[in-house]
T-cell receptor, first 112, second 111 residues
Framework: DSGVTQTPKHLITATGQRVTLRCSPR?????VYWYQQSLDQGLQFLIQ???????AKGNILERFSAQQFPDLHSELNLSSLELGDSALYFC???????????FGSGTRLTVV | EDKVVQSPLSLVVHEGDTVTLNCSYE??????LLWYKQEKKAPTFLFML????IEKKSGRLSSILDKKELFSILNITATQTGDSAVYLC???????????FGTGTRLQVFP
């Protein structure tokens, strides 16, 4: 157990729907990162929050949004889902820049 | 555009063999390079490298960084079936908290 908790582990949903993925960071970590891993692609950075504020943004689609709450857990919202959104979504946490990242076990999203 | 390229894409070896995985990068304002092992799900941290020429070692795994030639290698000696995984290389630039990942090297170790 890495200490980073992601729920749910698996999610199957239809096109056009909206889902919410949840992440609880490791105790003491203030930064939360979201990554998407599709087949044949490496991990793609989506967005980062630090202590409740958005810190960095990657190639995140406008249909996707995220937030970090006062208790530091984070949620990634994916809406108007398309077949191509099917992927593994990872959350990682860190105490700060340059201290390495710990990944959760991911949420496998399947859009049918 | 910042990028990380790993080679080979895939490697199949027998137990006991030694393997070398390569990672080259083009990144503005390099801060560190990280190696991760990904089996079924979560990538697990192996090494963080920030300085050239200093080998990091953990058991049968070792890694070194060359900041002049912009690459790193990950060596695994006396491979075991449990080493079968995708090995990911990532670079962290300065002034940003994101990691830029390569697509990984898939290693399969057969008995």
């Amino acid at each position: 157990d890495s200490g980073v908790t992601q729920t749910p582990k698996h999610l199957i949903t239809a096109t056009g729907q909206r889902v919410t993925l949840r992440c609880s960071p490791r105790s003491g970590d203030l930064s939360v990162y979201w990554y998407q891993q599709s087949l044949d692609q490496g991990l793609q950075f989506l967005i980062q929050y630090y202590n409740g504020e958005e810190r960095a943004k990657g190639n995140i689609l406008e249909r996707f949004s995220a937030q970090q709450f006062p208790d530091l857990h984070s949620e990634l919202n994916l809406s108007s889902l398309e077949l191509g959104d099917s992927a593994l979504y990872f959350c990682a946490s860190s105490v700060g820049t340059g201290f390495g990242y710990t990944f959760g076990s991911g949420t496998r999203l399947t859009v049918v | 555009e910042d990028k990380v390229v790993q080679s080979p894409l895939s490697l199949v070896v027998h137990e006991g063999d030694t393997v070398t995985l390569n990672c080259s990068y083009e990144v503005t304002n390099f801060r560190s390079l990280l190696w991760y092992k990904q089996e079924k799900k979560a990538p697990t941290f192996l090494f963080m490298l920030t300085s050239s020429g200093i080998e990091k070692k953990s058991g049968r795994l070792s890694s070194i960084l060359d900041k002049k030639e912009l690459f790193s290698i990950l060596n695994i000696t006396a491979t075991q079936t449990g080493d079968s995984a995708v090995y990911l290389c990532a670079v962290e630039p300065h002034n940003t908290d994101k990691l830029i990942f390569g697509t990984g090297t898939r290693l399969q170790v057969f008995p």
